[in-house]
DNA sequence: GTGGTTTTGGAATATTTATTCCATTTCCAC
DNA sequence: GTGGAAATGGAATAAATATTCCAAAACCAC
C-alpha cells in the first residue's frame, strides 16, 4: 500500500514548481494534462484563484484538480496556493501607488510625465520579454561575431541606440565604426569584404540607413536589422532581424526595450568573440 | 431607519478605491482607521488575503473589517476582493515565465544576456518611481524652461541619453545645442548670458562635462544635472540636481531610467515654453 | 452623572470552498 | 472480448471563511 510513486517534495519555490511541471507533464494521463497545462498558462493566477476556477478553465472536474496538486506532492490545493500567495508582491508593492502619487501632479505636469514614460518603458520591457525571438537573436549574433568589423548606423531616434552600441563594442573591444552622418560624410567605403552592418531604424524609416544596408548587401556583406516591425524595409536586405515592440507615450518612444536588446546583442557579440 | 450617510457607489476602479480611501480615512473611528491604514498600505496583498488575516494585520476584530468594507461601499469584503483578484494580472500574465525559459538558454546566452538587461531595466524604472524627487524636477524644469538656449553635455555612456535630449529639444522646438566633443572642439564659448546648461554624468565622472558645468556656473549661467548619486561632483555646481537609480548589469547599465526621466524632462520643458 | 448615540468585540450562523470517497468508465495487455 | 489496473466524475463531507447580530462598552452633549 506504499505510494512509492512520489518520494520527492512538493516544490518550496516557483522556480521549482515550474521545473516540476515540465518534467512530468508529459506521461500524464489526458485530465491532469489538461490541468497541467492550464496551470502552466495560468501560473500567475494561481494565487487568487479558487479550485473550481482552475477546474472550468481546464475544463476538468475539481476533483481533478485536487488530484493534481496532490501528484505534485501537495497535501491539497490549499497548501500548493500558500506557495503563491506568499511568493507574490513582485516589486509591485508600492511602485503602483507611488506611480498613482506622481500621476496626481496633474496632466501634463513633470511628475505625471515622468510615471507616463516609466510605465511606458516598463510595457516595453515587458513586451519585449514576451515577444523576442530567440532564434534570430542568436543568428544575429552569429553573423556580427564572424565579422572583421561591424559597421553600426541609426540616426534621428535611433541614434542614441547607435552610440551606445558603438560605446558597448569599444569598450568589450570589438572592431565596431559608428556611422553618425557628420558632417553629411557618407562613408559607405569603409565597408570591405568581412565586415557586417548593424542596422537600426524605425518608422518613418531614415533613407541613409536603407541605403547604406542595401549598399552592404550589393556587395554581399551580411546585415542585421534592429527594427520596429517584420515589414520594414529593413526586411528585405537582412539576414537577421530583431524587431522591438516599444510603446510609444505621446510623440516619443521609451527605448528602453531597445536599448535592452542591443546591449544583450553586442555583450553576446563580445562574449562570442572571446 | 434610510442609510443615507453613503449615497456614493462603490469603487470600481483600483484608482477609485484609492482616492475613496484617501478621502474617508480622516473622520474615521479608531478601529476603522485602523483598516484604513493597514489596508492602504498593504493594497496590493488585499487579493491574496482573507479577513482574518487583514484583522489580525490591522490589530482589529474580524468584523471591523467587514465594517470598513461596507462603509466604502460594498456588500462585504468578498466583492471588494473581487475588484482586486480581477485586476491583478498588471503586465505579468506571462512575463516572469517568458524571462525564466529565456534564461533557460544557459548563462551567457545570448537570450539569457537579454533576459538580465531587461530585468535590469525594469528594476531601475521602478526604482526611479519609488525614488524621483517632483521638487527638483520641477526645478529642473522651471531653469530649462527659462533658458534662451538649453546646451546640453553628455559623454561616453551618457552621450546616448544627451543625443536623445537634443532629439526630443529638436522636435518639440526648444533651442538646444549639442556638445558632442567631436574633433575635440571646444564649444564652451557658446555659452550666452540667458542660456542653460544640462549635464549627464555618471561615475566614472567625465572631466569635460564637469568642466563645462563648472564654467558656465562661473559665469553665471544655471545648471541641471542628471547624475548617478547625490555625492556627485556636480552637485556642488548644480541649481538643480536629479538622481537616477540606475541597476548595473555586468558591466553596462541600462539606461531605461535615465532615458525615462530625461525624457520626460525634455517634455516638460517644451509644453512649458509653450 | 444621565440619556442617547456611536462604536466595538465576539459568538452564532451562513456561505463558500476544499477535500474525500467510491461507483462507473476507460484503457490496455492478453 | 475478458480481466485487471488506472483514471474519472460527481455526490457527500469537512473545513475554512465570510457575514450578521446583538449585548456591552465608550463616547458625548447637556
Avoid: W
Avoid at 511541471?21 to 489538461?34: A, F, M, N, V
Amino acid at each position: 500500500m506504499d505510494d512509492l510513486d512520489l518520494p520527492t517534495a512538493a516544490p518550496a519555490t516557483i522556480e521549482e514548481f515550474r521545473d516540476r511541471l515540465t518534467e512530468i507533464t508529459d506521461g500524464l494521463p489526458r485530465r491532469l494534462r489538461q490541468c497541467a497545462d492550464h496551470i502552466a498558462a495560468n501560473i500567475d493566477r494561481i494565487a487568487v484563484s479558487t479550485v473550481a476556477e482552475l477546474a472550468a478553465g481546464a475544463d476538468v472536474p475539481p476533483s481533478a484538480v485536487m488530484r493534481f496538486c496532490q501528484i505534485l506532492g501537495y497535501s491539497g490545493f490549499s497548501e500548493m496556493q500558500k506557495l503563491f500567495r506568499e511568493a507574490y508582491a513582485p516589486g509591485f508593492p508600492d511602485y503602483s501607488t507611488r506611480l498613482k502619487n506622481l500621476k496626481d501632479g496633474g496632466a501634463g505636469s513633470p511628475s505625471a510625465l515622468l510615471a507616463e514614460f516609466i510605465e511606458a518603458g516598463r510595457l516595453s520591457l515587458e513586451a519585449l520579454a514576451k515577444s523576442a525571438d530567440e532564434t534570430a537573436l542568436a543568428q544575429a549574433v552569429s553573423v556580427l561575431a564572424g565579422a572583421d568589423m561591424v559597421h553600426v548606423i541609426g540616426l534621428r531616434r535611433a541614434f542614441p541606440v547607435a552610440t551606445y552600441l558603438a560605446y558597448v563594442f569599444e569598450k568589450m573591444s570589438v572592431p565596431a565604426m559608428l556611422h553618425d552622418g557628420v558632417g553629411k560624410l557618407d562613408h559607405r567605403h569603409a565597408l570591405r569584404a568581412g565586415d557586417a552592418v548593424l542596422a537600426i531604424t524605425f518608422a518613418p524609416y531614415s533613407e541613409e540607413t536603407i541605403a547604406l544596408a542595401q549598399d552592404a548587401r550589393d556587395r554581399g556583406l551580411p546585415v542585421v536589422a534592429l527594427t520596429d516591425r517584420p515589414t520594414s524595409p529593413l526586411a528585405r536586405t537582412a539576414d537577421a532581424i530583431l524587431t522591438v515592440p516599444e510603446v510609444d507615450f505621446g510623440a516619443f518612444r521609451s527605448l528602453s526595450a531597445t536599448i535592452a536588446l542591443a546591449i544583450a546583442l553586442a555583450v553576446a557579440v563580445g562574449s562570442a568573440r572571446g
